[in-house]
């Protein structure tokens, strides 16, 4: 016997560990049950005020298990201390709108969308969204007791003063892999291809199983990188300069593993030793290294000095020499003078990200510009980018705000007893889709049933408050502990058992509570649905499809522009490339949005990190490549326009052709294959004749960077479910 319940306790905590790896979630269910459990006990039977438990308890839920606040343990606690006065001031402004159910629904559609849009400027900030909501709900319902403030602040301060300790001194979080410590072990791995690759270009035979097992981990380390792999509180998604300087980071990297991919494949089959293209990918490699490791705290920052000397060396040959262009060799070199400016972004992106502030030396191609801007003004230009049709964040404050309000005002008119049950009930239910929506529809209605089959019987037989003073405890860890780890069925029955215990403490309403909390989330549920079906029920799913369409569609633009300058037909694209910066706003924003919802599989899958990747690359890269190659510097040569002309008119067609798939899921034409050096050469070779070097470097430069957009769009083409990659999809 005795042998036996030690292998069902064995199978227990391992069935345990596998739901809850580390333990965080019973961590921080012990660690809530702990201060809410204090602070109810001191509110309501050490102080002997019902209101001062109330707002203490439910300031503790909140902040505690509403909030998903980001950063390891000193930095939550950090942010639960700053955020006090937004909280003072969301349960005043409901306290003092109470008095009205009209006034109350309209502080809650004016709160509820400045609450959720607030998350525009730093995504982050959507799991406070959460908890703010609440306060004021909890605030806005009957009675009317504005005499009551000081006592509702104080519990709602004391709870979070208290919380914010326990998250440092109680058994705090493991810290989880930073997205810096990612960046830095990818910078790692592709420096370490880079190396690979110059071995290739100077030693073709030695140690082909060597590279392409550094290949391999390149590969895996940089799709580590991808957005919807990374922890929504960790992932670089604000508008800050850190973040977006951390997203131009991965970009680049992802645009250094690919020319360095291209460059490999295209080593000759015999050594080149004072090959430009291998000392430019050795400098890489060493700069990459060193920008990786400058992001960890304390670092020196990495210094750019051999990068520009080995890129200025491998430039000068273009500018002189003589007799026949050796055009396979150039080929090369624009590839790796390609890498060498993608290195060059990911080595200033680290600057920028642990605070630097670049200068016009560092940033000649502008990609930097907002790190000499204050926080204020980013925030600004993301809220004003925002406020637009197309953004799935306006749709999604708007549904949220006018889905509360609606909830308040049948709440307030039916006159129901606890009236914010039903607002509950909506915020938890209501997602960014119709599909969601209807997915926490089913464990909220069956998991309150649930609940209340339980808590009735049972607060029809015990009438003592102190037994429910007793549990209280137990109820606490079995909703945000043993619930979580259950299901959202469990969860919510657990949840409503709780809610039954404290309001027996806080009232006499006996039995009928449970049954008032059952019509209270069928109500509120009912709203949300409503709200979730009649208010852009596809979710940012569509709007990504649609953003990302719209980003490809001006990316041809700026591209054909960019060919146009260089044949002396047209001016700077840089209308264009504004445009696209603009769009790629909003693709970020959804793409954000769209890692929270529920896919359907039916639909065809898209490697969205590269689809970013793709106006990542256009935007530096048409810099990059009018400074080498300045606007008209083919103008005198008919035969090479002609080239370049309709290869540009097919990859302007085909960034549309891709767009179109994108949006609507339909088979598009053929991407343009990207060629190697061999076949530019058969490509270049007819044109040569008495072209001066010059020329062809900068013809060969051009057509490369064409190459290499061509295999960006091979990257991102929707794929059937049997081949989904490894980057963020739909």
């Known amino acids: 016997m005795y042998k036996r319940q030690g292998v069902r306790g064995t199978s227990l905590l391992g069935a345990l560990r596998t739901r809850d790896p580390g333990y965080v979630v019973l961590r921080r269910a012990t660690r809530l049950t702990l201060v809410a459990s204090v602070v109810f006990y001191a509110c309501r039977y050490g102080a002997g005020s019902p209101m001062l438990a109330t707002y203490g308890l439910f300031g503790t839920i909140a902040a505690g298990s509403f909030a998903q606040l980001p950063g390891p343990a000193p930095q939550r606690a950090r942010i639960l201390v700053t955020s006090l006065p937004v909280v003072w001031a969301l349960i005043a402004a409901g306290s003092l709108l109470a008095w009205s159910t009209w006034a109350a629904a309209g502080g809650m559609l004016v709160i509820g969308f400045v609450v959720a849009f607030a998350g525009v400027g730093n995504p982050r900030l959507v799991g406070w969204a959460s908890a703010f909501q609440l306060f004021y709900i909890l605030a806005s319902f009957p009675p009317y007791q504005p005499g009551t403030l000081p006592q509702r602040l104080g519990g ?35 420096g370490a291809f880079l190396d690979a690759a110059a071995d290739a270009l100077t030693d073709p035979h030695a140690g082909p199983g060597g590279r392409d097992a550094r290949r391999q981990r390149a590969y895996d380390v940089v799709a580590a990188l991808d957005l919807g792999r990374n922890p929504p509180a960790w992932a670089p998604t604000a508008a800050g300069v850190q973040d977006r ?25 015999e050594p080149i030793p004072d090959l430009a293209a291998a000392g430019l990918l050795r400098s890489g490699a060493g700069t990459t290294r060193a920008a990786g490791r400058s992001l960890s705290p304390g670092a020196p920052p990495v210094d750019l000095d051999d990068l520009d000397v080995a890129i200025g060396r491998a430039e000068a040959p273009y500018a002189v020499g003589g007799g026949a262009p050796d055009v396979p060799r150039l080929c090369r070199d624009a590839t790796a003078l390609a890498l060498a400016d993608q290195v060059r972004v990911f080595a200033v992106g680290a600057r920028v990200a642990t605070g630097s502030t670049p200068d016009g030396a560092d940033d000649p191609s502008g990609l930097f510009e907002f790190a000499r801007h204050s926080p204020w003004t980013l925030y600004w230009w993301q809220f004003r980018a925002h406020l637009a049709p197309r953004s799935a964040h306006l749709h ?49 209605l069956l998991g309150t049933i649930a609940g209340a089959a339980v808590s009735g019987p049972v607060m029809l037989v015990v009438g003592e408050p102190v037994v429910y003073a007793v549990v209280l405890p137990v109820t606490l860890i079995l909703a945000f502990g043993v619930g979580r780890l259950l299901g959202p069925v469990w969860q919510q029955a657990l949840f409503t058992v709780l809610l039954t215990v404290v309001f027996a403490q806080l009232g006499p309403e006996g039995w009928r509570l449970a049954e008032v909390r059952l019509v209270d989330v069928l109500l509120g549920a009912v709203v949300g649905v409503l709200a979730g079906v009649a208010m852009w029920p596809r979710g940012a799913g569509h709007d990504l499809r649609r953003n990302a369409a719209r980003l490809l569609a001006s990316s041809g633009d700026a591209v054909e522009r960019t060919v146009q300058a260089v044949l002396g037909g047209d001016d700077r694209p840089d209308r264009a490339i504004d445009q696209v910066r603009r769009r790629m706003v909003l693709v970020d924003s959804s793409y954000c949005q769209f890692h929270s919802e529920r896919h359907d599989p039916r639909r065809q899958q898209v490697s969205w990190d590269v689809v970013l990747s793709a106006g990542h690359r256009v935007v530096p890269g048409v810099e990059s490549l009018l400074r080498r190659n300045p606007p008209g510097c083919l103008a005198g040569w008919p035969a090479a326009a002609a080239l370049l002309r309709d290869t540009a008119g097919h990859l302007h067609s ?18 343009p294959v ?17 072209a001066d070097p010059a020329s062809v470097r900068h013809l060969v430069e051009v057509d490369r960077w064409l190459a290499g957009l061509a295999d960006t769009l091979a990257r991102i083409r929707p794929h059937d479910d049997r081949d989904v990659g490894r980057g963020g999809q739909e």
């Open 245 to 269: 300087a951390l997203r131009i980071c991965a970009a680049a990297l992802r645009e250094v593993l690919a020319e360095a991919d291209r460059l490999a494949a295209d080593a000759p089959p």
């Open 654 to 671: 085909a960034y549309d052709d891709l767009a179109d798939e994108v949006a609507h899921g339909r088979t598009a034409a053929p991407l």
């Open 674 to 690: 990207p060629g190697d050096c061999v076949d530019e050469l058969n490509r270049v070779r007819p044109l040569l004749g008495a």
């Open 156 to 190: 709602v301060t004391f709870a979070i003063v208290l919380l914010a300790a326990a998250e440092v001194f109680l058994w705090p979080d493991p810290v989880p892999v930073s997205y810096r410590q990612r960046l830095a072990e990818a910078a790692d791995g592709v």
């Open 396 to 444: 999604s404050s708007l549904r949220l705000a006018v889905a509360l309000a609606v909830a308040r005002v049948a709440a307030g008119v039916l006159q129901l007893t606890h009236g914010f049950w039903v607002l509950l009930a909506t915020l938890t239910v209501l997602r960014t889709s119709a599909a969601d929506t209807r997915t926490a529809l089913r464990p909220a």
